[in-house]
T-cell receptor, first 112, second 116 residues
Framework: DAKTTQPTSMDCAEGRAANLPCNHS???????VYWYRQIHSQGPQYIIH???NNETNEMASLIITEDRKSSTLILPHATLRDTAVYYC?????????????FGQGTELSVKP | GAVVSQHPSRVICKSGTSVKIECRSL??????MFWYRQFPKQSLMLMAT?????????EQGVEKDKFLINHASLTLSTLTVTSAHPEDSSFYIC????????????FGPGTRLTVT
């Protein structure tokens, strides 16, 4: 699976959009971009995933660049409860063993 | 959404004893379950993958005789930390996947193990 690079930490004001970038320059054609988040001392929570088209659900939007070498997770109106570590993971949809390998992630702090 | 539970949520044990952690998929059948370990301020590290009815596959560097994994049914996997030492103190998280063609992986709430 391709490796990802994320900023270590970011701050965001409550009510504003949080834009979390992820670089995955070695992504292959069949690999998807997944986002999970982990609130302190809890298990990770699935947010969204996509291949090449932009995706939106009730939690967030995922913008993938045309060359697929980077993506941005957007939380449109961040709240204090969105404070968490956000993980960008690249993997095949049905990869061998279905393993999710976590990098270091971005620690997002939403401030009042 | 699918729910994965873990029991216990917290456990304290003495050095040299063994402790078992249970992971259950509550509303779906999990053909594959995964066990992760997370030290403070670090990311999740995959320990092993288990498929129902077969032996677990351990990641490089993880001692299979120390971390015994059993996936005896489609809704239950257990992780036993044998002869625990203080360095085994960590946050253990399980995850479950519904089937070979399912991409979604659901995570449990984690178990905080402290070895004294």
């Amino acid at each position: 699976d391709a490796k990802t690079t994320q900023p270590t930490s970011m701050d965001c004001a409550e009510g504003r959009a949080a834009n979390l970038p992820c670089n995955h320059s070695t992504i292959s054609g069949n690999e998807y971009v997944y986002w999970y988040r982990q609130i302190h001392s809890q298990g990770p929570q699935y947010i969204i995933h996509g291949l090449k088209n932009n995706e939106t659900n009730e939690m967030a939007s995922l913008i993938i660049t045309e060359d697929r070498k980077s993506s941005t997770l957007i939380l449109p109106h961040a709240t204090l409860r969105d404070t968490a570590v956000y993980y960008c993971i690249v993997r095949f949809l049905y990869n061998q063993g279905g393993k999710l390998i976590f990098g270091q992630g971005t620690e997002l702090s939403v401030k009042p | 959404g699918a729910v994965v539970s873990q029991h216990p949520s917290r456990v304290i044990c003495k050095s040299g004893t063994s402790v078992k952690i249970e992971c259950r998929s509550l509303d779906f059948q999990a053909t594959t379950m995964f066990w992760y370990r997370q030290f403070p301020k670090q990311s999740l590290m995959l320990m092993a993958t288990s498929n129902e009815g077969s032996k677990a596959t351990y990641e490089q560097g993880v001692e299979k005789d120390k971390f015994l994994i059993n996936h005896a049914s489609l809704t239950l996997s257990t992780l036993t930390v044998t002869s625990a030492h203080p360095e085994d103190s960590s946050f253990y998280i399980c995850s479950a996947r519904q089937g070979a063609n399912s991409y979604e992986q659901y995570f449990g709430p984690g178990t905080r193990l402290t070895v004294t």
